[in-house]
């Protein structure tokens, strides 16, 4: 997915280092549901976060995580 890097480490052994992005979306909601009835692999439930976004996880094929966030509006 991201690249051919073949003295990398792979994700699967950098632990809490293997972020690959984190993505800003306008409906989370929608968008959550749109990854979730399409099997994706959840690494952390939809939530609001007191850093003001609501967000979730998910881990790629290839192991990498990503993060799918929306700023909440006070």
Known sequence: MAGHCPHAAPPSELGEHSYFGYFVVDDI??????????????????RDEPWGMREFGVRTSDGHRIMIGQELIA
């Open 29 to 46: 909601d929608d968008y959550h549901q749109f990854v979730v009835s399409r099997g994706a692999e959840l690494i952390k439930a939809l």
